[in-house]
């Protein structure tokens, strides 16, 4: 069965902080790893694409990695601010069907 | 506006009743997918369009669900007789056939079955 899993399932962090969040997948055959940012009640939006061959890839403040190897990445936020409160879901797509995580829910206080 | 569009984006309904949910995708893509995401879940895969061909139908859609898209352009998603496990939000996606693309979701249709 294909997975995806996500961690830490949610976090709190200070605005201006730094912070990292994980993804395990063992999805194949694979296509893309995308992670995605879903505001409560909204649908989600996407932050990066990346195909086995990138390693990272940027977004404004938002970075991504990926280690096709050991099937990991990563989205690492810089110099948070309230507006990144959300769900970040880590989504990969093997031929069409996309299989996604649950999600962390990162939360920024002032 | 040019994104995927959603409609309606709140539904009450008693349980037993039907429901239709419709999605409009952004002009020209051809691939149309239908989601299902309950609270602090990801969302869970339902269907999938090519143009207006089903080539996947999730074993979550039981025979109570019925997604059509007729033209190859927008689509409904419809539920028969209700059940409260029916209640979340039903996403809408679309994107262009090249499998690189981005996949651009609708804001979501909530569906609370009461």
């Known amino acids: 069965k294909n997975q995806v899993e996500q961690s830490p399932q949610s976090l709190i962090i200070l605005e201006g902080k730094n912070c990292t969040l994980q993804?395990?997948?063992?999805?194949?055959?694979?296509?893309?790893l995308r992670w995605y940012k879903q505001d409560t009640g909204r649908g989600p939006v996407s932050l990066t694409i990346?195909?086995?061959?990138?390693n990272t890839k940027s977004n404004g403040r938002y970075t991504a990695t990926l280690d096709a190897d050991t099937k990991q990445s990563s989205l690492h936020i810089t110099a948070s601010q309230l507006s990144d409160s959300a769900s970040y879901i880590c989504?990969?797509?093997?031929?069409?069907?996309?299989?996604f995580g649950a999600g962390t829910t990162v939360t920024v206080r002032a | 506006d040019t994104g995927v569009s959603q409609d309606p984006r709140h539904k009450i309904t008693k349980r037993g009743q039907n429901v239709t949910f419709r999605c409009d995708p952004i002009s020209e893509h051809n691939r149309l997918y239908w989601y299902r995401q309950t609270l602090g879940q990801g969302p869970e895969f339902l269907t999938y369009f090519q143009n207006e061909a089903q080539l996947e139908k999730s074993r979550l859609l039981s025979d109570r669900f019925s997604a059509e898209r007729p033209k190859g352009s927008f689509s409904t998603l419809e539920i028969q007789r209700t059940e409260q496990g029916d209640s979340a939000m039903y996403l809408c996606?679309?994107?262009?056939?090249?499998?690189?693309?981005?996949?651009?979701f609708g804001e979501g249709s909530w569906l609370t079955v009461v």
């Open positions: 990346m195909t086995f061959s990138e």
């Open positions: 996606a679309s994107s262009p056939y090249r499998s690189g693309n981005t996949i651009y």
């Open positions: 993804c395990n997948y063992t999805v194949s055959p694979f296509s893309n």
């Open positions: 989504v990969v797509r093997g031929f069409y069907k996309l299989s």
